[in-house]
């Protein structure tokens, strides 16, 4: 292939096949997605002329290693696109969206292919196949006939265009939530505006001013920052200012996400509709677990009432404390961090300026990589003198003895031009199929930079660290041999478990006592103080557990409307928040304007209840380890890797679990881990 001089089209031989991030300029992306588009044409056009019988081999695995160049470029891109955007970036990101899903659909709607896919589909019982030949050829069928291929005349050009517009859609909505986030911040000019804050609150709000050259301090929009403001101020002004303006995001005149989020529904009901589903829900949740909206609201209406009442008791906790605190009683929402806060050190003794010293970024690094190999056999060895793509960038080689399984990237700190939250990518997904490839898997958080001193994390944030990487294992240990099948190729209400499954390791005793201590004594962080913490893991679990899935409960409600084109978005979340019982106190977790996880993209689009789905999986999960008194049992620990890290989606869900668990899940581990059984 000629690279035209463009670093895209090259062969990425340094430096671990990283992309050459040092080479790469923002006007290289559209010419290289331009021949890359046209080479993987030719290939599928070569698959579909293929005079021989269709088999699997020339058809279903040939398919899987097609696109390889393409492949990695787009995953460059997107990674990029996230992480390190700025306008310019933005600006092709826009451009290239309605491209990639043009492209995508010449693909899945190509009537070669798939009608040789389509004939060893048909035959399959009558092939010798073995379980992940199987699976991979029913997921690529599923794929290309969810995505248009058996549509015909104007119906298939309507779905294709579709396609395209929800790209575009999808891409300014999350450029729209990028900006307000952005630009918003609140400066911190006086003493006064600062009463509360303990030190390194005050550290990360002046770094946040430094790296906006403004002086003295500021809050932004970062979590990282909202949230522990909204925790510890005492300014009960500034606390609703900063409140009302990250609840507000994606409502912002010349950038408003309300009509950009209707246009979207509309169109994926469309598309259901196309396809013979009667909404977009039934259309979504046909190819998941849940398989249908009913299981969904079973799961979520066993948590709803529970949880709302758990709410009133918090409630009632925080009047008393504002009472105790000669503070008004009508507690607001831009309250509630605050009040719940003094009511958990209070009844936990526990206090988040007294905790975070045990819990620097570094040691808690080191934490879940000592996990990963106590479990997995894993190593995590740093590398440096590899180009990346900005200095907060870290880099590690993944080793299991003396063969490296793959590439290791964090990402950790927020930046003006890397969108909110924490993710998991992927540079490169591990494969077999064409010869072996090693995984290169990012994780991105956005904690609070601190300049003259060790990154400190609220126990939360260690949860969040933990969770992405439960992503990274299910990428790095990934060990199939189709491209499809690889890692977190899974269904979504699958997905999430290898993730919050993790999280379980950041509260085991004995990892903490080994990795938490403090960051100016290297005293072990107190045995009392580690059972507080474990304590007080209800504490506030109705707040969390309403916010949540009001949300959750919301995203379905829109996505099973028959007629979306009308809907208010502002309306509809209002009646719904109100048919709901939804405290005001509490609200919602994402608010539909800034609902990213449901309108930046499709995969979670009736589909946030995903993350209490695999809850539920996890959580029975780790009672097998409870069980066996031990959090690194070798013999779980080793079937947990088979069924679970390293299968990917080379087995359907239910059975993988049960060969792991010896049963299928119950709801009650989670319902007690959330503490919402019954008293």
Known sequence: MTDHGNPLLRDWQEHYGLPPFEQIRVEHFAPAFAVLFEQHLAEIDALAENPSVPTFGNTVAAF???????????????????SESPPALQAVEREMA??????????????????????VHRQADALELNEEQRRLLQRLHTDFVRTGATLQGAARECFAAIATQLADLHTRFSQNILADESSFQLPLASDADLAGLPDFLRQ????????????GYVITLSRSLVQPFLTWSTRRDLREAAWRAWTARGETPGRDNRPLAREILALRQEQARLLGYETFADYALSDRMAGSASAVHEL????????????????????SQAAALGEPTDVEPWDWYYLAEKVRAS?????????????????????????????????????????LYHPDVRLWEVRRGNERVGLFLGDNFARPNKQGGA???????????GGRVEPIVVNNNNFSRV????????????????????????????????GRLSGTNVPRDYVELPSQLMENWATVPEVLTRHARHVTTGEPIPAALVERIRASQTFNQGFETVAYTASALIDMALHLQSDPAGVDIARFETEERAHLGVPPEVGMRHR????GHVFSGAYYAAGYYVYMWAEVLEAEAFDAFEEAGNAFDPVLADKLKRCIYSAGDSREQRAAFRAFRGRDPRVEPMLRKRGLLPQ
């Open 451 to 482: 300049d003259d001193g060790p990154t400190l994390l609220s126990f939360d944030d260690v949860r969040t660290l933990f969770h992405e990487f439960g992503h990274g294992l299910h990428g790095l240990l990934s060990d199939v041999n189709y």
């Open 300 to 319: 979520l209406g066993r948590v709803w009432e529970p949880a709302k009442a758990s709410v009133e008791r918090e409630r009632q906790a925080l009047v």
């Open 98 to 119: 309605p491209l990639l899903a043009a492209h995508d659909s010449k693909v899945t709607m190509h009537a070669g292919f798939f009608a040789r896919l389509d004939a």
């Open 592 to 595: 539909l304007p800034h609902f």
């Open 204 to 215: 990360a709000a002046r770094g946040a001013a430094q790296e906006r050259g403004v002086e």
């Open 347 to 387: 009844r936990f003794a526990l206090d988040d300026a007294q905790v975070k010293p045990y819990f620097s970024l570094d040691a808690m690094l080191n934490a879940m990589f000592d996990c990963a190999q106590r479990l997995f056999g894993v190593q995590f060895v740093e590398q440096t003198g590899a180009p």
């Open 423 to 433: 993710w998991m990518h992927v540079y490169r997904r591990q494969t077999r199929n």
């Open 64 to 82: 899987d290693a097609a696109g390889a160049a393409l492949d990695r470029v787009r995953l460059t891109f997107e990674n990029l696109c996230s």
